[in-house]
């Protein structure tokens, strides 16, 4: 009889090591092993772009005597030239004042659009909406020649001010289809009540829609900020001299000299011009993922 009790005991304590074990193995091989597989390669060329910053020139150009992965003996050459022997400071500056007038620009133009296509509701506005989305599609390599003629008869070829106003161009309308979606999930509701009180349209969306939409505005300027900050083919087109270019293209054109590649101060530039975008999603990411989930639930 005791031996008759026994026996279920000792299955019963050896079932659970057996799920626990299988789960952790389950775990490591769905969970843990492909997301360090995804942060290795997500981050390996930030990883490969700050060794190379700081590895002095004979390191760099010969891998049979030192390790391409590891820094022998690390310098600061690279970043003293690229800071103090270059306009690199300033194109650093150009680029911040272009990403933030762009978008500046952007988020109020395309908050005026969302809200009048989607709460107006007048008619023909869903294809309105659809129209403005459609016309982010429009690949910028079509775009560019038209409006480089147009940037030209207005003087400001060669100008910070030419970017600032062309970038919205290929923001507005993703802005645009993203507020509208959010807006959305506003609750009607509550502009119906203040028009009601009295509330005038803009009233509204000034203190009700707009403090309510603030995970979505800031979802609408990352994006904005991150495509100014990075854009390339406006910037190469519509600017000539040195000193008036943004970070992708400078460090393209002033640091490459006929075939000679000064690897260790692009690599530096690329670093440095990586971070204010990094800096700026570290800030807003808690707003950058709430606005994933709407604004309002009912």
Not at 3 to 12: D, F, I, K, L, R
Request: proline share 7%; with cysteine.
């Amino acid at each position: 009889m005791t031996e008759t009790v026994a026996q279920p005991t000792a299955v019963a304590n050896t079932a659970p090591d057996t799920m626990a074990w299988d789960s952790g193995l389950r775990r490591l091989m769905m969970i843990y092993l492909p997301l360090g597989c995804f942060v290795l390669i997500l981050l390996f060329p930030f990883y490969w772009m700050a060794i190379t910053s700081f590895k002095p020139n004979a390191e760099l150009m010969n891998y049979k005597d030192h390790n391409p992965f590891w820094i022998s003996s690390p310098t600061l050459a690279h970043i003293k030239h690229l800071l103090f022997e270059t306009a690199y400071p300033r194109w650093l500056k150009t680029t911040m004042l272009v990403a933030i007038g762009s978008t500046t620009l952007s988020l109020i133009a395309s908050t005026l659009a969302a809200y009048a296509i989607e709460r107006l509701r007048f008619r023909g506005g869903p294809y309105v909406g659809l129209g403005i989305y459609l016309a982010y599609l429009v690949p910028p390599s079509i775009l560019f020649i038209p409006l480089a003629t147009v940037v030209v008869q207005f003087g400001l070829f060669d100008s910070p001010m030419a970017l600032i106003l062309v970038y919205p161009t290929f923001l507005v309308p993703f802005c645009t289809w993203l507020l509208i979606g959010y807006f959305k999930s506003i609750p009607y509701e509550l502009e119906e009540c203040a028009l009601v009180d009295g509330a005038t349209r803009l009233q509204i969306l000034r203190r009700i829609t707009l403090p309510l939409a603030v995970p979505g505005l800031i979802s609408a300027g990352i994006f904005s900020f991150t495509l100014s900050w990075n854009e390339f083919i406006y910037a190469l087109a519509f600017i000539q001299s040195g000193a008036n270019k943004t970070v992708p293209v400078a460090i393209l054109t002033e640091l490459v000299t006929g075939d000679v590649y000064q690897w260790g101060a692009l690599m530096a530039g690329s670093l440095l011009g990586s971070l204010p975008v990094a800096i700026f999603y570290s800030l807003f990411v808690d707003y950058y993922v709430s606005s994933l989930t709407g604004a309002v639930k009912e």
